[in-house]
Structure formats: C-alpha cells, structure tokens
C-alpha cells in the first residue's frame, strides 16, 4: 500500500513536529511556518510537477515533501532542513513508505535551504520552487505585525499571488500594494529567486518573476535588435 499525503498529515507525530516548529519560529519572530505554509507548498510543489506531466507517484511525494519540510525548526532554525531530514527518515520509514521514497523526501528536505540546498531531484526542485515562492500577507503574524520590520512589510504588501506553469516556464507574479516595494522585496527575496531559477532549470523551465505583472528577472533581446 502506498502512502499518501493524508496518511503522513494524520500522523501523530509528524502533526506535532509542524505544530511545534511553527511554535518555536513565532517564538522567535519568524512569519507563518504552520498548516497554511506547509499546506501551500505541499499543494503547489504537486502542481508544479502535475504541470510539467510527471508521474503521479512522484507528484504524491513532493505533496508529501512539502508537508513536512520545515519540521527540523522544532530543532533550530540553523539547518532545519538537515535536522527535518534526520528526523523524518525512521518516522517515514516507520510508517511503511518504502526505503527508496523515503531517500527522495529526505533528500528534497534536506536539500530546501538557501545555505546548503541545490535541486537533487525533480521532487527537489518542485519543493525549492513552492517554498521560496511563498510571500504573502497571510503569513504576517497578526499578533506582531511591525511594518519596520522587512518581512512584515513585505509579506502584508503581497495581497495574492498567481502562478503560471506552461510553455516551458514557472511564473509566478505578486500583486503587490504601495506598501512595500520590489526593492524591499528583492532586499530578502533575492536568494530564493536565484534558488527559483536553479530550481526551474533543474526541470527544464525558465523561471519569471513578475511583480504587478512587470518582470524582473532574466535578460530577453528586445524585438528587431
Ligand atoms: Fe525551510
Ligand atoms: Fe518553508
């Protein structure tokens, strides 16, 4: 029997571990890293590779990737990805996914990081893709909300998203309010966008950053030059 993204959310375990990580990260003023960021990258790092026409059991285990991604915060934030990765390897294993799926989600786990992580595999790079694409003002904590902050700010500014996957490219464009900027967005962005490239070339695409419809990355040749 295989295991589905659903079997590894009801899982007692790995519900506390995204609930704890989440708890620590507020702690210490990081934006939203619970249900709604963990559920937005399961679901659009299974879209990317539905998209691009990969098989189904290789979308089920990027959904389930990015489930469980950010656990090794509930560790420290300093190589959460190579902690989660430890962590989940007997917790998956244990729970009957075969040895070889459990290699993959690991992998692209520990793999998701801006310090240490590059596209190992297809499952890789879709979940580098759903993560660092994530800005949005519901991640801002209600509770600590602060506009000096760079990352409030930037996340409240980004009222919604729209990701495009065809023709060979992975867009995604911000519909971004006056109260932030693409400077301040590029200020903390700039990595994971480069990240989004790699990511994107790993599959065979361009990546297209867009900010209120206005590109921002990649150099194109103007028409009749
Ligand atoms: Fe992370
Ligand atoms: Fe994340």
Redesign the pocket.
Known sequence: MEITLNDVKNNETIRELVSHANKCLEVIGYTD?GPR??GY?SRIAGEILEKLGMPERRIELAKIAGWV??VGNMINRKNHGLDGAVMLFPILCEIGMPVAEVCDVCAAVGS?EEETGKPVSDISAALILA?KI?AHRARVRVKKFDLADIHDRVNYSIQSTKLTVQDGTIAIDYNMSSSSSPMDFLMIYLTRMQMCEKSAEFLGCNFGLYINGVKLNRWEEPDGV
């Open positions: 890293h960021h963990v990258v991604h950010d998701h993560d994530d």
